[in-house]
């Protein structure tokens, strides 16, 4: 099974900033990474797709890169209702896998 | 607008058996492949199966922690998708989440998770 190492998997920041997440895949699964947003007591909401792209309606301060074993996730200026856990999750082989999240907290 | 509907979760015992269901609307549910996801209490995501849907085969397909005590299937007639869990452990215990898996055009492949269902809560244990 593939992987997915996720860091940090906490972090607290002030609105405004910029915020990165990274996930790390075991091997190379190329593009095949998504993106989750969870908030508490919701189901998790697709946020990037293919490692970089945004799903349709999700704000613009949202972004991801990466390709291979090594991926970026980015909130350009954090909001207030950025408040939530971050999961990455790679589907380039079966098992799905999920990273194990990063919890973003408002300084 | 896609809607998936969780329902059947509970309280059962260990051993026990229990089945999930997911009723989906606003979407061509016989081209869909779909999946369950859980999550145990205070903890992340484990993806637990997927089922393809009739035309690509309509098969199966599950990680080593649940197969052979989970299966998937599907009443096409009734947009629905079933979760049938046996043998179930105490590491079972979580809420489970009905998918749709979307399609990357650019990977021209089944990708990930683009709508969920409230989920339902199952709780193994004596």
């Known amino acids: 099974d593939i992987q997915m190492t996720q860091s940090p998997s906490s972090l607290s920041a002030s609105v405004g900033d910029r915020v990165t997440i990274t996930c790390q895949a075991s091997q190379d699964i190329s593009n095949g990474l998504n993106w989750y947003q969870q908030k508490p007591g919701k189901a998790p909401k697709l946020l990037i797709y293919?490692?970089?792209n945004l799903e349709t309606g999700v704000p613009s301060r949202f972004s991801g890169s990466g390709s291979g074993t090594d991926f970026t996730f980015t909130i350009s200026s954090l909001q207030p209702e950025d408040i939530a856990t971050y999961y990455c999750?790679?589907?380039?082989?079966?098992?799905?896998?999920f990273g194990q999240g990063t919890k973003l907290e408002i300084k | 607008e896609v809607q998936l509907v969780d329902s059947g979760g509970g309280l059962v015992k260990p051993g026990g058996s229990l089945r999930l269901s997911c009723a989906a609307s606003g979407l061509t549910f016989s081209d869909a492949w779909m999946s369950w996801v859980r999550q145990a209490p205070g903890k992340g995501l484990e993806w637990v199966g997927r089922?393809?849907?009739?035309?690509?085969?309509?098969?199966?397909d599950y990680p080593a922690p649940v197969e052979g005590r989970f299966s998937i299937s599907r009443d096409d007639s009734r947009n629905t998708v079933y979760l049938e869990m046996n043998n179930l452990k105490a590491e079972d215990t979580a809420v489970y989440y009905c998918?749709?898996?979307?399609?990357?055009?650019?990977?021209?492949?089944?990708?990930?998770?683009?709508?969920w269902g409230q989920g339902t809560l199952v709780t193994v244990s004596s």
């Open positions: 999750q790679q589907y380039d082989n079966l098992p799905y896998t």
């Open positions: 089922i393809k849907s009739k035309g690509s085969g309509g098969t199966t």
């Open positions: 998918t749709h898996i979307t399609w990357s055009a650019a990977r021209r492949g089944a990708a990930g998770f683009d709508y």
């Open positions: 293919d490692a970089s």
